[in-house]
């Protein structure tokens, strides 16, 4: 580690696994990330350590009982190692993003490939410079899939993201009046979002929200297969929808993969839309139809 983010290593070499910037989350043999923002992270080293830290990522030497790398900056030092876990995964890794739905896609998506797959996936919503390489470190070595949810600040986050992520799957839920205190207009919020299509290589799949029709243009950003959902004629398509009292949705997925009747776990009729982004996910991660069903029920 020290040698991939050009830190210099304070006491024995130990080993860890996965890594943590909240010392009341840190599970036993992880790395933890002292992050300077609102509260100093160095001042809770030995928390860590008490909790089970085996080592600190610090921008200066600690008085605490645990291994430390120092390096300059904790974020870019995170980020590397991110980046560095990616190249461990050899699997699909799928990054969401969107103005609105990311994050609920992201959880139908990691459960449903998870029927089949061993899956790692975006805690809660951390989806930034933190977040994203936070969940490529704690990607087992067994996985199979990784699920990154990537927000955007501005024109240039998503893509400075895809560094680290290499993204070989994206999904783009929405453009929509959120965060335009920063980008401005939708036009902006549009060109931010399709970074993450621009980053896909030829041999990458874009899964865009067809109904959208800033999303939909996002096609025309990369050579990479496009798979439509949300619209008639699309992909991945619901039919007959019904909301019950439980305000669980029914519908019938239509797709150029199979069809496949659906009662959704989660509840709302705005779930539909992130449904099908999740479930043209799996499909073109080769599960079948019936077992994709099966996983939106869950």
């Given at each position: 580690?020290?040698?991939?983010v050009g830190g210099t290593l304070v006491g024995p070499d130990v080993a860890v696994a996965g890594a943590a910037i909240d010392s009341r989350l840190v599970r036993s043999g992880q790395l933890f990330v002292a992050v300077v923002a609102e509260r100093d992270g160095h001042d809770f080293v030995a928390a860590a350590a008490a909790s089970g830290a085996v080592a600190a990522l610090t921008s200066r030497p600690v008085e605490a009982a645990v291994t430390s790398i120092v390096v300059p900056d904790t974020v870019a030092a995170l980020s590397r190692l991110g980046a560095l876990a990616r190249q461990r995964l050899s699997g699909p890794v799928v990054g969401i993003t969107g103005s609105v739905g990311k994050t609920s896609t992201k959880d139908l998506a990691a459960t449903v490939l998870g029927e089949r797959h061993v899956v790692a996936a975006s805690?809660?919503?951390?989806?930034?410079?933190?977040?994203?390489?936070?969940?490529?470190?704690?990607?087992?070595?067994?996985?199979?899939?990784?699920?990154?949810?990537?927000?955007?600040?501005?024109?240039?986050?998503?893509?400075?993201?895809?560094?680290?992520?290499e993204p070989t799957i994206a999904v783009v839920t929405a453009v929509d009046?959120?965060?335009?205190?920063?980008?401005?207009?939708?036009d902006t919020v549009a060109r931010a979002k399709g970074e993450l299509v621009e980053a896909l290589p030829s041999s990458g799949v874009a899964v865009l929200n067809g109904a959208d029709e800033r999303v939909a243009a996002m096609a025309g950003r990369t050579s990479a297969w496009s798979v439509r959902y949300g619209v008639d004629h699309g992909d991945a398509v619901a039919t007959d929808v019904e909301v019950g009292p439980d305000l669980r949705a029914r519908f019938r997925l239509e797709s150029a993969w199979g069809s496949a009747e659906v009662h959704l776990g989660v509840r709302g009729l705005h779930q539909v839309d992130n449904a099908l982004a999740a479930a043209a996910?799996?499909?073109?991660?080769?599960?079948?139809?019936?077992?994709?069903?099966?996983?939106?029920?869950?």
């Open positions: 580690i020290a040698a991939a805690e809660k919503s951390f989806n930034n410079e933190l977040g994203v390489p936070l969940t490529l470190l704690n990607a087992g070595a067994d996985t199979e899939v990784a699920v990154v949810e990537m927000g955007s600040r501005g024109v240039g986050h998503v893509a400075w993201l895809c560094e680290i992520v009046l959120v965060h335009t205190e920063l980008m401005g207009d939708l996910v799996a499909l073109v991660c080769e599960m079948p139809v019936d077992e994709v069903a099966a996983g939106l029920e869950l």
